[in-house]
């Protein structure tokens, strides 16, 4: 995913205190041109690289296959950020977030993995 020069802070923030993944060093041919790379648990790995002239990502995006998937919205809503919930996808529970930059992120997990009475 794209990111603004200078927005590292920003996306530490967001990525590892709000969402709570962990940021892994770049690779030094790379750890120059700026942006972050996080990762967690599920398995989630995301690498955000600068872009001089950025523009957020509306439409394309991760999905990110994910336990709990009611923990994760409420760390988000409780943080500020939208969480859009839909029932578009067949199997899964989904919902759609923002990160601090306008990037679209989406949230998933599979009906049958859902713990028992989950809230939406």
């Known amino acids: 995913m ?3 020069p200078g927005s590292e802070p920003v996306l ?5 205190g709000v969402l709570g993944l962990v940021e892994i060093p770049k690779p030094p041919a ?3 041109r ?9 398995g989630i790995e995301l690498h ?3 872009e001089a002239a950025f523009r957020p990502a509306r439409k394309a995006h991760p999905g990110l296959l ?7 919205a409420r760390r988000l809503d409780e943080a500020g950020h939208p969480v859009v919930f ?6 899964m529970r989904r919902f759609h977030t923002e990160d601090p930059h306008g990037n679209r992120l989406e949230f998933l997990e599979p009906i049958d993995a859902a ?4 809230e939406r």
């Not at 700026?34 to 599920?42: L, N, Q, R, S, Y």
């Not at 994910?66 to 994760?72: E, L, P, Q, S, T």
């Not at 839909?86 to 199997?91: A, K, Q």
């Open 115 to 118: 713990p028992a009475g989950g």
């Open 48 to 50: 955000l690289g600068v």
């Open 66 to 72: 994910v336990h709990d998937i009611d923990r994760w």
């Open 2 to 4: 794209a990111c603004p």
């Open 86 to 91: 839909d029932d578009d996808f067949p199997g």
């Open 30 to 32: 790379l750890s120059s």
């Open 34 to 42: 700026g942006g972050c790379w996080f990762c967690g648990h599920d």
């Open 12 to 16: 530490r923030a967001f990525y590892e």
